[in-house]
């Protein structure tokens, strides 16, 4: 998969994530769904991502990125159960994603 659809798949996913998110405050009984295909979108781009050719640093910030789409993907099957632990699964995706975000070093 190329890079470009790849960022296009990751961002259409970033929204249907938080759409989900919200909506599931909401009690729209569809929300679930959207937070399901969004993490799946994500979860996705991530392992599509080349590994390869990276450093070990960036090596291992790959790895907390999947493991942060899988959190993702484990919060949308607690979400459709109706339990409260996919608040958890979320927030610690979202802190591994901004250490990721905030630790990778940048392209020269």
């Given at each position: 998969m190329n890079k470009q659809i790849r960022t296009t798949i990751?961002?259409?996913?970033?929204?249907?994530?938080?759409?989900?998110?919200?909506?599931?405050?909401?009690?729209?009984?569809?929300?679930?769904?959207?937070?399901?295909?969004?993490?799946?979108?994500?979860?996705?781009?991530y392992l599509t991502a080349p590994y390869q050719v990276l450093d070990f640093r960036r090596r291992r910030l790959h790895r907390f990125n999947i493991f942060a789409g899988i959190l993702m993907l484990a919060s949308s099957a607690f979400m459709f159960k109706h339990r409260t632990e996919w608040i958890l699964c979320l927030s610690i995706a979202a802190l591994l994603q901004v250490y990721t975000a905030f630790v990778t070093p940048k392209e020269k």
């Open positions: 990751y961002n259409f996913s970033g929204i249907l994530v938080l759409t989900g998110t919200i909506l599931y405050l909401t009690q729209w009984i569809y929300a679930p769904y959207v937070f399901a295909f969004g993490s799946a979108g994500i979860c996705l781009s």
